[in-house]
C-alpha cells in the first residue's frame, strides 16, 4: 500500500498560481503511475493530470487547456500540480492518486489515494 499526502492547496484569486505536492512512501515510487484528480460539490470525480512511471507520458482533463502541468522527482518521491491562471470553477478538492500500473487515466485503475487538498479560487 502507498501513503500519500498533499500539501499546497488554499486559497487564491481567480488568475492566480498554487503549486500541489503530494509525497508517497511505502513503495517505489520510480513503479507508480501518478495522478491528480478533483472532485467538486455535487460533481463527478475527474481526472486533472496524470503521468507515467517514468514521466514521458503526460495527459490532462480538456479543461485544463495549457494552464497545468503535472510533474515528478523520483529522488524526493513527491509528484507535483502545478496551476497557473486559476479560475473559479478550478475551485474543488485536489486528490492524488497512485496506480501500480504504468500510467492510467481513469479513476478506477487507481488503488492508492491521498486526503485531498483544498482550492479555492475566489472572484
Known amino acids: 500500500q502507498v501513503q500519500l499526502v498533499e500539501s499546497g492547496g488554499g486559497l487564491v484569486p481567480a488568475g492566480g498560481s498554487l503549486r500541489l505536492s503530494c509525497a508517497a512512501s511505502?513503495?517505489?515510487?520510480?513503479?507508480?503511475?501518478m495522478a491528480w484528480f478533483r472532485q467538486a460539490p455535487r460533481k463527478e470525480r475527474e481526472l486533472v493530470a496524470a503521468t507515467s512511471r517514468t514521466g514521458r507520458t503526460t495527459d490532462y482533463g480538456d479543461f485544463v487547456k495549457g494552464r497545468f502541468a503535472i510533474s515528478r522527482d523520483d529522488n524526493k518521491n513527491t509528484v507535483y500540480l502545478q496551476m497557473n491562471s486559476l479560475k473559479p470553477e478550478d475551485t474543488a478538492v485536489y486528490y492524488c492518486?497512485?496506480?501500480?500500473?504504468?500510467?492510467?487515466?481513469?479513476?478506477?485503475?487507481?488503488?492508492?489515494w491521498g486526503q485531498g487538498a483544498q482550492v479555492t479560487v475566489s472572484l
Open positions: 511505502g513503495r517505489t515510487f520510480s513503479r507508480l503511475g
Open positions: 492518486a497512485a496506480t501500480s500500473r504504468y500510467y492510467a487515466i481513469r479513476w478506477e485503475e487507481y488503488d492508492d
